[in-house]
């Protein structure tokens, strides 16, 4: 059995700043690719950023400049540091881990952490 618990959520102003968490637990054999995606109302889900068991990184456009992410291998944790925020940013995250537990190996999803910029 495998959870993901994210945190960090919540209403920031525009060009505040927010830290998202997405820790993995469970009978965990390795961890390959971890990331963020987001969905906003009306929209479909996107990537907003991604990240591999050597720390190479992709981000989309959006938020290139902007965001972070990083992971600690130790902790089967992955963060998404968010500054300069803007309204546009507003959505509901999710946390996506590619896993490998013993035999299978699997991507997960976050239950969602909702971010609103709004003054």
């Known amino acids: 059995q495998v959870q993901l618990v994210e945190s960090g959520g919540g209403l920031v102003q525009p060009g505040g700043s927010l830290r998202l968490s997405c820790a993995a637990s469970?009978?965990?054999?390795?961890?390959?690719?971890m990331g963020w995606y987001r969905q906003a109302p009306g929209k479909e889900r996107e990537l907003v950023a991604t990240i591999t068991g050597t720390g190479s990184t992709v981000y989309a456009d959006s938020v290139k400049g902007r965001f972070t992410i990083s992971r600690d291998n130790a902790k089967n944790t992955v963060y998404l540091q968010m500054n300069s925020l803007k309204p546009e940013d507003t959505a509901v995250y999710y946390c996506n881990v590619d896993l490998s537990t013993v035999p299978t190996r699997k991507v997960y999803w976050g239950q969602g952490t909702q971010v609103t910029v709004s003054s």
């Open positions: 469970g009978r965990i054999f390795s961890i390959n690719r």
